[in-house]
């Protein structure tokens, strides 16, 4: 019995031992050191093949572009220490300043040129960038779509420190696009030196130029560090030590875990907002920034499975978009200061170059076609009936329900808001995941669908590029060719030299989308983050990099 | 004997393939895409299928992804699960953390079940007695995640004593308290076991003598009782093993642990459907099972002669009936 208390003894005191180190090292304030929540894992770091914004976050503490962004989300030089445009727009002659690579080596012209034909060689989701859609770079048409040989991308290191880019037509916005990571350079000696997939999967196989140095990470892992990068062409404004990120997937560990001092940034969701505000001590911790993209009700307009096609009718779209009355749903559902939207650019990502006017500052513009009104959506309803020759319509709304928290309650508001107000329709929810939802739209086998977009760029076309015949995001299969029209002079066509111009024809294409209800806007995300007392000087940005570290310092 | 232990190498083997059809059908009628993507065009799409052989007959895929496995010994690359990293980049790793707090797990489990059980068995119809029933009830009705969110209030949040979430780090220390949740089902089972099963030995004749003989306190204990009871207790164990693999699917995703668990959690509900890390994480979690049943199986045959017995009286009475059943005809 005694050697049974020895090792009772024995167990206990190992567990206080183990305790008392754990005791040491949770504190998280530490001068510098700062611990920052990601909600998912961080899927990639190779800049060619990341989508998401936690990937994006950490790359860019790691890599910089040509440009940056500053706290306006405004193009800022970076490795770029300068540019040259050329008269017609379409030649960029950056001119890179000195800078290094985590392992020694200069970064030069050729790491781009590397980075962007290696993006052409494969199918990648941002591929997109390159094209006449957005970023018109020389060839990327018919190296992405005919097969072109990749070597003739309009990219052209011209010596080591400089870099000659061609467009096929000016892009008003080029520079802004260089802050995507998409765009980042790539060393090809060492970028080659890795194992097939290996490249952006340790410390070891990922090189950094950047604010920070990558520090700790492995695939899937639920934390990761960077710590600051000495070298650094910038270091002397960098004045964090050390960023370490952990991934809490549920928001009631976020805000335990940022109460316990174990974050530092949190995001919580729109039910504890309520509570945060209530704690006088929290209350002070709440930033609420922009999230970027915008929620939207999206409709099928053919016959399919699930539909049977009444909805290509305008009026019954419109009926349904007047019936939702968004301000309640961002108030009583979202309830994280989400912004209830009335048009189809959401508001607070994309100003304009030479008045620096929000795109969709004024909510109100076209108060005539979205808004919440039941008896103008009863007018709608009515004539859509006559159209139809119906009086009774049964729809199935698709959503995600690990989309987050509110997704669920909002898809259960809208239901509720549109069978009150129109009579005769029914719509029946059904949940599914993110994947299978959009599988189900890629295949047009849906009737309605709540769905999101998130800005990849800082244009108002990186929304109303989606409406155009036959393009990928056009889950509607909505075709209008005086709308197809603008939008190719706005990308390719009389408007791309004059800046004005095409941001009033891109105005006039916003105004056909919602005429016809084509998407029903819902809302534009934000995030309620709760930021630790002495840290300041964080960046939120609602499109690319979602929050940006340099600029940053921490007091405690 | 090896005839015995043969034949139950092929049956795994055997199981094992037979699983991995299933696995394979049933991954690929999941709904999800392996290449989830709102921005390439549907072309684009279409030659990343084709470029990891999804254009196939599914029978030709299955008898490439056996040959490929055969040939490299590699599972290859993952489609949308951390953007295509290789299988045998990521897996190791997170086998080595799943069985690093496996491993505390078990000892956890072991160790203070047996304590518990010993302290409910010499204890017997007193207050450890009660005490050690009704906890090791608690501890099999509660779900190990639930345990989890319960230290973690407590033992994190109320009482820093140990780190709020999972880092590799402090590997050891933040190890701790998603060990001793997986371990409640374990430390339960072992608790109650030990505690029965030392009762039965200790009502048994030879212990009597042995106390008649002036044998009394940890010698008796040690020597006679615990021994005795130990044998039926380890056969138990190993079936735990495996609950702790199952275990871990949710504790690991809540305490953000990058082990196994995770990973197959993450590969089936991320933003896409990565076939191959689900596969390989299948076919891993159905080695593992098979691996530990088999040997169960193998050790029960060395331990207890009476399964080898049984065996050849089986035999036997097979053939008696032979011999009787043309007389019978």
Known sequence: M?????????????????????????????????????????????????TDGDSFEIIADCIDGLTQMDADGAAVPALAESWDVSED?????????????????????????????????????????????????KNADAILYEGADPATLGITALDEKTLQVELEVPVSFFPSLMYFPAFYPINQAFYESCGDGEYGTSPYTFLCNGAFLLDDYVPGAASMTVVKNPDYWDADRVSLNSITY???????????????????????????????????????????????????????????????????NANLRLAISNAIDRESLVDNYVMDGSIATYTAVPPQFAASATTGEDFSGDQTKFADYIGFNVDKAKEFYEAAKAELGKDSFTFTMIYGNNEGDEVTKVAQAIKEQVEGALPGITIDLQAMTKAERLEKMQNDDYCVALTRWGPDYADPMTYLGMWTTGNANNYGFWSNPEYDAIIKDCTAGAYVSDYDARWAALYQAEELVLKEAVIAPLYTKANANLITAGLEGVEFHPVALNRVYKNATFSK | MAKYIFKRIIMAIVTLFIITFLLFML?????????????????????????????????????????????????????????????ATVLPKAMGNSFKIGGIAICFGVFIGLVLGIAAALNRGKFWDVFCTVLSIIGVCIPSYVFMIFLQYFFAYKLPVFPFYFNNRQFF???????????????????????????????????????????????????????????????????????????????????????????????????????????????????????????????????????????????????????????AA
């Open chain 1, 2 to 50: 005694k050697k049974f208390k020895k090792m009772l003894v024995a167990l206990l005191s190992v567990m206080m031992i183990a305790s008392l180190f754990g005791a040491v090292s949770v504190s998280a304030d530490q001068g510098g050191d700062i611990y920052v929540m990601f909600a998912t894992n961080v899927m990639s770091l190779d800049t060619n093949l990341a």
């Open chain 1, 246 to 312: 952990q991934v809490v997937g549920s928001s009631d560990q976020a805000l335990t875990g940022f109460k316990s001092n174990n974050l530092d940034i949190a995001t919580v969701s729109g039910d504890q907002v309520a509570a945060v505000k209530d704690d006088a001590a929290l209350s002070e911790n709440l930033k609420v920034t922009g999230a970027g993209y915008m929620w939207y009700l999206t409709f099928s307009q053919t016959e399919n499975s699930s539909s049977d096609g009444s909805l290509a």
């Open chain 1, 89 to 137: 727009g379409c030649t960029y002659t950056f001119h890179l300043r000195d800078a290094k690579w985590s392992n020694g080596e200069p970064v030069t012209a050729a790491d781009f040129e590397f980075a962007w034909k290696l993006a052409m060689t494969a199918n990648l989701e941002y591929n997109y960038l390159f094209d006449t859609s957005v970023g018109a770079i």
């Open chain 2, 173 to 327: 220390v933040s190890s701790i308290m998603p060990a001793l949740s997986l371990s409640l089902f374990s430390m339960s089972t072992v608790a109650r076991f030990t505690r029965n099963e030392m009762v039965e030995v200790m009502d048994s004749d030879y212990v009597l003598l042995a106390e008649s003989k002036g044998m009394y306190g940890t010698k008796l204990v040690t020597r006679h009782i615990l021994r005795n009871a130990l044998i039926p207790i380890v056969t138990v164990i190993a079936p735990l093993i495996v609950d702790l693999l199952t275990g871990a699917l949710v504790v690991e995703k809540i305490y953000g642990i990058n082990g196994i668990g995770k990973l197959m959690v993450d590969a089936i509900t991320g933003e896409g459907i990565d076939y191959n890390y689900v596969l390989a994480l299948g076919i891993l979690y159905s080695t593992l099972y098979i691996g530990i049943m088999l040997l169960l199986d193998i050790v029960y045959c060395l331990l207890d002669p009476r399964i080898r017995v049984t065996e050849k009286k089986g035999k036997r009475r097979r053939e008696a009936e032979k011999k009787e059943a043309p007389a």
């Open chain 2, 27 to 87: 991954v690929r009628i999941m709904p999800g895409n392996p290449f989830p993507s709102e921005r390439m065009s549907a072309e684009a799409i279409e030659k990343k299928r084709a470029e990891m052989g999804l254009d196939k007959p599914i029978l030709v895929q299955f008898g490439d992804y056996i040959a490929n496995i055969v040939s490299t010994g590699s599972f290859g690359k993952g489609s949308s699960l951390y953007n295509g990293a290789p299988i």
